[in-house]
């Protein structure tokens, strides 16, 4: 289901929405950019965000250019256990809206 090259399918959405995808392409690369954050940072961030959204295509993108601007493998595993601490505390923090105050909770007995 996930092969990279199901990537060049994206062509008829260019085709179908040249305009948009052309918007998509030059804010992306806008984003990644240099900035006030150096590329390799952006790309170590996309990396956390790729694994957290869990997006093959996104993991596999962003890995390949934050090694090609010299993330290493120490790198790459604490932006991964960044994502796994966001996505868990997600879930812990969601939990606040099970707890009910002791007079909602007798309530809906």
Do not use: W
Not at 22 to 35: K, Q, R, V
């Amino acid at each position: 289901m996930y092969d990279m090259k199901n990537l060049a399918r994206l062509s008829a959405v260019t085709r179908a929405a040249p305009a948009g995808m052309a918007a998509f392409e030059a804010f992306a690369d806008t984003a990644l950019a240099d900035g006030a954050l150096p590329r390799k940072v952006k790309e170590l961030i996309a990396v956390a965000l790729a694994l957290a959204t869990q997006c093959p295509y996104c993991i596999e993108i962003h890995g390949k250019e934050a090694r090609a601007l010299g993330a290493g493998d120490a790198e790459l595993a604490e932006v991964a256990l960044v994502a796994a601490a966001i996505r868990a505390g997600g879930a812990v923090t969601h939990a606040a809206h099970l707890a009910r105050p002791q007079s909602q909770a007798q309530a809906a007995k």
